[in-house]
Each structure stands twice: as structure tokens, then as C-alpha cells.
């Protein structure tokens, strides 16, 4: 019962983060909610097009929900119960407000991608490092999210190989990538989004009633890591989705276009996020509870994680739900994925129109474009996937920070209270040098202590940076 009302009071707090601290960050920031949104102003009918809120909602948060917040969140609890506080904290004070204004920073310029707000922000130089790194990070979304679900398809389904799968996904990718928003996703996301919730809302309401006590243990400051790999700063790369996540904010201009009034951004991108970490709470919770029920083959969780972590996802689908059921769940796993790879692969070609000066209102236009990203996402996808998984991790964190200084430099040029993206900027930088410098397996392997001197001194560089910069005082012009 312990354990029950533990995992409630979580939920409660993230509903209570998106009322107060969401209303804290709209009133920061100074939304102004008379101003005309993009798909008002200059439609396109391709990619400025006007949803309703509902739509524009669901999509954003099967956008931003592709497999970090199960996969990931799922990797967490190896850690133990403070995967939780990560989660919930993490989400309301730094992932939610960092989705939030940065959605609100691209409608005031007419849906701008993430690279053309760093770069009127923090200069020309960082303009040009956040291209290179945000068409990376996607084209790495677009390849984890084509093997993942390929593999979870062909456990449920073998009538095609996963490659043949993984083909299938990508030709998916291909038509949501090149065709109008409103054609392919638009159109398919509800169903999508009905299966999604099924398999959140089923493995939330089973799990009490799984016969297991749920969250046994409670120690919230007891590492039980297996290999003793140490809470900071891995536990916050592992878990990203779910309590912040760079993605996120590649994401938010495809919605920013389509999204009807300025009013509703709060309720589109910080609640979006704030669902999206009760999604990842699930998935913790499901794994702190049943992590002897997860092993199989006298594996390790450890190593069922590492070497197939889509079968740890299958088991505790089937586990709690049946084998119907559990396939039922699988598929709204899958969804997760398949809806945030086809609209990385949209955002990436978005992304590349914008430094190339391209208008994507004609076919061709968008062909040229499409083509050669999906031919790097298949010449990609031959990497060892974990080798990929790490890479994606410690890229997507990153961005994240990169994106927090610069709400930061947006706020305090404007003399507004810039200490809710500063104060979440200064521990992202420090988590990310620190994994950098420290990560066993995919970083330089140096003792903890050492990357963390490295990483204060990266710290204060990146502070002297953002103070020395030339602060941009006037309001953004209108294109």
C-alpha cells in the first residue's frame, strides 16, 4: 500500500507542476496571447496548417514519447527509487519549462527551428553547432526508432524478418516526412493515440493488482545499482525522455505552425511533457516492481536491458496484461516509437529547408531533400545498435542544455526572471561534461572525481561565455 500511494503522489505532483509551475513559466516569460499564431498568418497548407488544440496536443506528445520514456525509464530503476524523484522533478522544473518556452520562442518567430533561436540567441557560431548537432541527434531519432520497433514487430508478428520490418517502418517515415502534415499524421495519430493510452493506462491500472507489492523498496537514497555505477551524472543521461529531453524542442516548431491560438501553448507543450513523465513513471515503477519477473534466460536485468531491451518491454506488457493484452501494449510501445521517428525525419528535412533557403511548398522540393536523409538513416542503422543508444543519449542531453541557455540569454536580455532555465542550464552542462569525461563505456573512462573538476571547470567557461555575449534587447522583427 506504501508503495501504491508513493506512486499516486508522484502523478498528483506532476498534475500539480503543470498548474502552478506551468502558470509560473507562462507569467516569466510574458506570453503575449493576442498575437496571431503562424498557420493564421501564413498557411501553407504543407506544413502551416491549423489543427485543432486536441490534435495539435496528441500529436506533440507522440511526437516527444517515442521509446526514451519506456526504454529509458526502464534502465533507471536499476538505479533504484531515485528514478522517480529524477522523473518528477526533473519534468516539472526543467523538461516541461524547456518544451514550453521553447515552443513559446518559435511561435514569436513564425514557427523558427531550434537552430535559428540559438543562433539570434547565442550568435552565429552556435547557429551553426546546433545544425550540425540537431541533424544528427534526429537522424540518430530516425534510426533507433526504425530498429526498436522493427524487432518488437517481428517478436509479435514473425511473418517478416525485422529488417523487412524495419523497411516498412521506414517507407512509413518516408511518406510522413515528403507528404502535407495533415495527410498521413494528422489522420493516423488518434488511432495511434488510442492505443497509446491503453497501454499506459492498462499497465497503471494492473500493476496494483499484479499480486506483487508495488515499489518493495523505498530507499530513495541507496544506489542498488548492480555494477555500483554511480547515480550521478549516469542516472540522468539514462533517463531523459520523461524528465528532459533536447528532442523535444526539435520538435515543438512542426506543432508551433499548426497550433491555432497563442493561449493554448501551455497546455500543448509543458502538459504534453507532463504526460509524457507520467508515461515514464509507469515504466519505472513496472520495472522497480517487477524486476525479477523481467529477467529471463538467467539473465541479469542488466543484461536483458543492454543486449534487447524490447524484450523486457514485452515481458512486462504480457506479464500484467495477458498475451492479448500484452500484444495490445506492445503495439502502443511501438506507436511510441513510430511516432516520434517519422516526425524527426519531418523536422530534419525542415531543418535543412531553413539553412538551405528552400521553400517546401512544392514536391520535388521536398524529395530533394528526403532522399539523401533516408539513405544516411539506412547506411546508419548497420552501427551496433547499443553503440547508437548510448551516442543518442549523451547527444540528446546536450541539446537540452544547449536549448536552456538559450531561453536563458532570451529572458535576462529582456530583464525577465531567467533563473527558471538558468538554474536547469547549470545542472544539465554539469551532467553532460561529467558523462562525457566519465562514461565507462562510451565516454573517456576517467575517475569520477576527475571529470567532475573538468566538468566545473567547463561550467564556469560556459557561464563567462554567456555573460560576456552581446545581449539582443530588441524584440524580434517580424519576417
Known amino acids: 500500500m506504501t508503495g501504491c500511494i508513493a506512486f499516486l503522489l508522484c502523478l498528483i505532483l506532476l498534475v500539480l507542476g503543470y498548474v502552478f509551475y506551468g502558470r509560473l513559466a507562462q507569467r516569466v516569460y510574458g506570453l503575449d496571447e493576442s498575437k496571431p499564431m503562424p498557420c493564421v498568418t501564413m498557411p501553407d497548407g504543407v506544413d502551416y496548417v491549423p489543427l485543432p488544440t486536441w490534435r495539435v496536443f496528441l500529436i506533440q506528445l507522440l511526437n516527444i514519447a ?50 535559428e533561436l540559438v543562433g539570434e540567441n547565442l550568435g552565429e557560431p552556435a ?86 507489492p508495488v515499489l518493495p523498496n523505498l530507499d530513495f537514497f541507496t544506489n542498488v545499482h548492480p555494477k ?46 507532463v504526460v509524457e513523465g507520467m508515461v515514464a513513471l509507469v515504466w519505472a515503477v513496472v520495472g522497480l516492481t517487477l524486476r525479477e519477473v523481467l529477467v529471463a534466460d538467467n539473465q541479469t536485468l542488466e543484461q536483458l536491458i543492454v543486449s534487447n531491451p524490447a524484450a523486457a518491454v514485452r515481458s512486462a506488457c504480457t506479464y500484467l496484461l495477458g498475451e492479448n493484452g500484452g500484444m495490445v501494449a506492445v503495439l502502443g510501445v511501438v506507436v511510441l516509437a513510430v511516432t516520434s ?29 528526403a532522399v539523401p536523409l533516408f539513405l544516411l538513416v539506412i547506411f546508419i542503422s548497420q552501427v551496433d545498435f547499443s553503440s547508437i543508444w548510448r551516442y543518442f543519449g549523451w547527444a540528446n542531453q546536450a541539446l537540452s542544455c544547449i536549448t536552456l541557455w538559450t531561453i536563458s540569454a532570451y529572458l535576462r536580455d529582456r530583464q525577465k526572471q531567467y533563473f527558471i532555465t538558468w538554474l536547469p542550464a547549470l545542472f544539465m552542462t554539469l551532467v553532460c561534461i561529467t558523462f562525457f569525461f566519465y562514461a565507462p563505456e562510451c565516454g573517456i573512462n576517467l575517475p569520477l572525481w576527475a571529470a567532475g573538476l573538468i566538468a566545473c571547470a567547463g561550467l564556469v567557461v560556459c557561464q563567462i561565455a554567456f555573460e560576456c555575449r552581446n545581449p539582443r534587447v530588441q524584440p524580434y522583427s517580424e519576417e
Open 66 to 115: 517515442g521509446l526514451g520514456p519506456v526504454v529509458g525509464a526502464i534502465s533507471g530503476c536499476l538505479f533504484g527509487p531515485v528514478a522517480l524523484l529524477w522523473i518528477v522533478f526533473g519534468c516539472i522544473l526543467a523538461g516541461a519549462v524547456h518544451d514550453f518556452l521553447a515552443a513559446a520562442m518559435s511561435a514569436e518567430r513564425n514557427g523558427a527551428n531550434l537552430p
Open 341 to 369: 521517428g517519422d516526425t524527426a525525419m519531418r523536422s530534419c528535412r525542415l531543418m535543412l529547408a531553413d539553412v538551405l533557403h528552400l521553400k517546401q511548398s512544392r514536391p520535388l522540393a521536398r524529395l530533394g531533400l
Open 228 to 273: 555500483g555505477t554511480s547515480v550521478w551524472p549516469m542516472l540522468f543521461v539514462t533517463i531523459a525522455c520523461g524528465a528532459i529531453s533536447g528532442f523535444h524542442a526539435t520538435q515543438s516548431p512542426m506543432m508551433v505552425r499548426c497550433l491555432r491560438k497563442c493561449s493554448n501553448l501551455r497546455l500543448a507543450f509543458y502538459g504534453a511533457m
Open 127 to 212: 547557429r551553426h553547432a546546433m545544425r550540425l548537432i540537431c541533424v544528427f541527434l534526429l537522424l540518430m531519432v530516425g534510426v533507433v526508432f526504425t530498429l526498436l520497433p522493427a524487432g518488437m514487430l517481428q517478436a509479435i508478428w514473425g511473418v517478416l524478418t525485422t529488417q523487412q520490418w524495419a523497411l516498412v517502418i521506414l517507407g512509413y517515415y518516408f511518406l510522413a516526412t515528403v507528404l502535407p502534415i495533415g495527410a498521413i499524421i494528422g489522420r493516423v495519430y488518434p488511432v495511434f493515440g488510442a492505443v497509446f493510452l491503453f497501454m499506459a493506462l492498462g499497465l497503471g491500472v494492473m500493476l496494483p493488482l499484479s499480486g506483487h
